[in-house]
């Protein structure tokens, strides 16, 4: 979006670490709060009435939406297990790189357990090839903003790195 100079920070190593830490937390927060209200509403799913009267792919696709969103419950969760073990014990460094790792993990398993929430409510309001076709344009819609663009951008800041001013 920017074709000035790349943005660099004056920070030490310790102060970088603590800063990406810092960040992780605010996304973590974000991404739990999500997560959890698309948790809490598929448990509550199979106590409703219309349950019971759900077809065999509708049930499929629920059981794969539920496992997609307490795996990204258990995925987003860890870094506070993983802090709270480690704590004060000099690993903020591989507590980031780790935490770095489960949130993308995380992420993947919540864009299943959101776009497998919309198919199944509207495959039971509607039918099963506009739910699919919804669920898809959803599916194109999280991967370009949560994968094409920032891979893009991170093409971008490479070859502006590379390339000699």
């Known amino acids: 979006m920017s074709?000035?100079?790349p943005y660099t920070?004056?920070?030490?190593?310790?102060?970088?670490?603590?800063?990406?830490?810092?960040?992780?937390l605010q996304e973590l927060r974000?991404?739990?709060?999500?997560?959890?209200?698309?948790?809490?509403f598929l448990l509550t799913i199979p106590f409703q009435q219309r349950f019971t009267i759900l077809t065999d792919l509708q049930?499929?696709?629920?059981?794969?939406?539920?496992?997609?969103?307490?795996?990204?419950?258990?995925?987003?969760t860890a870094p506070v297990a993983?802090?709270?073990?480690?704590?004060?014990d000099g690993l903020k460094d591989f507590i980031v790189t780790y935490t770095d790792r489960l949130m993308s993990i995380g992420l993947f398993t919540?864009?299943?357990?959101?776009?497998?929430?919309?198919v199944l409510v509207l495959d039971v309001l509607m039918s099963h090839t506009a739910a699919f076709w919804i669920g898809g344009g959803l599916l194109l819609l999280g991967l370009v903003l949560w994968?094409?663009?920032?891979?893009?951008?991170?093409?971008?800041a490479r070859q502006r790195l590379q390339s000699p001013s």
């Open 147 to 156: 994968v094409g663009v920032p891979f893009s951008q991170k093409g971008r």
């Open 30 to 40: 974000i991404a739990q709060a999500g997560v959890q209200i698309l948790f809490a």
């Open 9 to 24: 920070r004056d920070e030490t190593e310790a102060e970088r670490i603590d800063r990406n830490f810092g960040e992780q």
């Open 82 to 88: 993983l802090h709270r073990t480690l704590f004060r």
């Open 3 to 5: 074709d000035s100079q």
């Open 59 to 76: 049930r499929n696709i629920y059981v794969f939406t539920l496992l997609a969103a307490a795996v990204s419950v258990v995925v987003f």
């Open 110 to 118: 919540l864009g299943i357990g959101i776009v497998g929430g919309v």
